[in-house]
């Protein structure tokens, strides 16, 4: 039985998350690139041109076996990056929807999170000025018909 409480969009604010993405992505390139310079720098440093030469075929092949390596494990980072996302994404995004309705007039009942989710803390302040709102907007038609 699927958990209720899960999210079930992968990305919930695309900016953010695909900026995360990217970014992770870029890192990713360059820790490549940086181990493929190191390998090579070191490679020509401590053997002989002979020697370099004789295996260029069997460095080759470990450099490939480097790169498909950390290939594989870059879905999983990008992954758990998303899924780790959304635990300051999503609740963001709750708290900017809740203050459209506010912003509309329309009554808003308290804002929860999922437990994990950051910001637990500013759902409390949220639903304190929230709470208020509504019952200033409450009264106050009482108050211009007095």
Known sequence: MADSNQRRRLFIDRPIQGALVFRAVLYWVATVVTQVVLVVFFALMFSSPDDFYLHMRQFGSYLRLTVLA?????????????????????????????????????????????????????????????????????????DASA
């Open 70 to 142: 950390s290939a594989l494990v870059l879905p999983m980072i990008l992954f758990d990056l998303v899924r780790l996302s959304h635990r300051w994404v999503g609740p963001i995004f709750r708290l900017r929807t809740a203050l459209s309705a506010l912003r509309r007039g329309e009554r808003v009942p308290p804002v929860r999170f999922r437990e994990g989710d950051y910001w637990q803390e500013l759902a409390g302040d949220f639903n304190i000025v929230a709470a208020e709102l509504n019952r200033q907007r409450e009264t106050a038609p009482e």
